[in-house]
């Protein structure tokens, strides 16, 4: 039995930060980090059956086409993944009466449409990176037993070595997306790659305004980096996280990012807004392509 203490439910048998109850989440989750873009999304939807707010958590289930898919905004960084995640599947595999695990475990899929910072100069600002791997750059896994489990050991081994000396990159670990989701996402309109989530906007994505970071040249480094064809693409915050605990969970995730900065091109996108709402239509499409 878990107790009080570990699973904290709100009086209304809502679960702690989300403030959802059982049955109120799909199989399908979108996250964004920007609670507004659930409001563009309930834009797109039919039959919502709520919106609850509460911190940066904006939560909705409705329906594109005939597929029922719940939004859950997350705000920004690995942290607050880690609370997403564990409720989420608290919430569908966690029996709320008796407080026990549920035998039979519901599986769920998690689609991240966030935006990015480019390390490619054939990636532009606007176009659309599906993370293939996601490598965090913060320690989150190792402090989850099965963590080093779901880890791309061989490929951890090369970064570390890339990385490798410098005490404030601790231990990259590299996760895989969904190979069905991947699937379902990827065509000519998208890029793929590996993805580094970084702890922090700016020196730990290379970013200096009054504070110098400790490396130079990183930024370069990791766009010259290469491991089985694959190259590192973009920066952003969650997906690490995000791949580790879905896959630690037994869930499927992916993230598809807009890019909004060309780090190596120097240039940016100040007014995005448009095409994150194009970005979020391509993704309804596509994993709706079976509905009628
Ligand atoms: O657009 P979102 O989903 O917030 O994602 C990116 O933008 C935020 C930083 O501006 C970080 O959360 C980063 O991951
Ligand atoms: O450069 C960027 C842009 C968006 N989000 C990030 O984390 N980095």
Redesign the pocket.
Known sequence: MILDSELILNADGSIFHLHLRPGQVADTVI????PK?VDVIESLFSDIEFKIANREYVSMTGKFKDKRITVVS????IGNIDIVMNELDALVNIDFETREIKSKKRKLEFI?????GSLQKHIPVNSYVISEKSVGFDNLLYFYEKGAEVVNEEFRRLLRILVGGHSIFLNPYVVDASENLLAQLKSAETFTGITI?APG?YVPQGRELRLSKKLDGINNKLSLFEYHGYQITN?????SALYGLSKMLGHDAIAI??I?ANRLNKKANKNYRKN?KELITYVLHKITADES
């Open positions: 996250l964004v980090g920007d873009r997350t705000g920004v960084g991240r449409i966030g935006t990015s989530t906007f920066y952003e915050m969650e997906s990012c807009l909004i994150v």
